[in-house]
């Protein structure tokens, strides 16, 4: 089975490059991008399997990200697990009923990640 691709949408770097490194070590290949326009384009161009998007950005951010893709037919169906480090039950809630499948308060741990990741791309192993 060929490899999935995941794409990590985060302003910071020093969120990206841990994501990046835990998800790599699994054999995910790995697309960044550094703010909403960015990371739009990188959909459109290659149709990642994840989208691992942060909610605060400038020029664009992840809210705005969300609503593009689940007005445009083609992305909508990419899984987004939204990165965020606010902790308010609605708002979680509603960027669930916007179209994301989960979503991963900040800061992680490698364990949450490769849970929530495996979860969204239906590779969890329940018989383990």
């Not at 020093?14 to 960015?38: H, M």
């Not at 899984?79 to 809630?93: D, H, Y």
């Not at 994301?100 to 308060?105: G, K, P, Q």
Request: hydrophobic share 50%; with cysteine.
């Amino acid at each position: 089975m060929p490899a999935k691709t995941i794409l990590i949408v985060d302003d910071m770097l020093t969120l990206r490059q841990p994501a990046r490194f835990i998800l790599e070590r699994e054999g995910y290949l790995i697309e960044e991008a550094g703010d909403g326009q960015e990371a739009l384009q990188k959909i459109a161009q290659s149709y990642p399997d994840l989208v691992l998007l942060d909610l605060m950005m400038p020029t664009m951010n992840g809210v705005e990200v969300l609503r593009h893709m689940q007005a445009d037919a083609a992305l909508r169906d990419i899984p987004i697990i939204v990165l965020t480090a606010v902790v308010s039950e609605w708002q979680m809630s509603r960027y669930i009923r916007m179209g994301a499948v989960d979503y991963i308060l900040k800061p992680f741990t490698a364990a949450t990640l490769l849970d929530r990741v495996r979860c969204a791309l239906r590779e969890d192993n329940l018989a383990a």
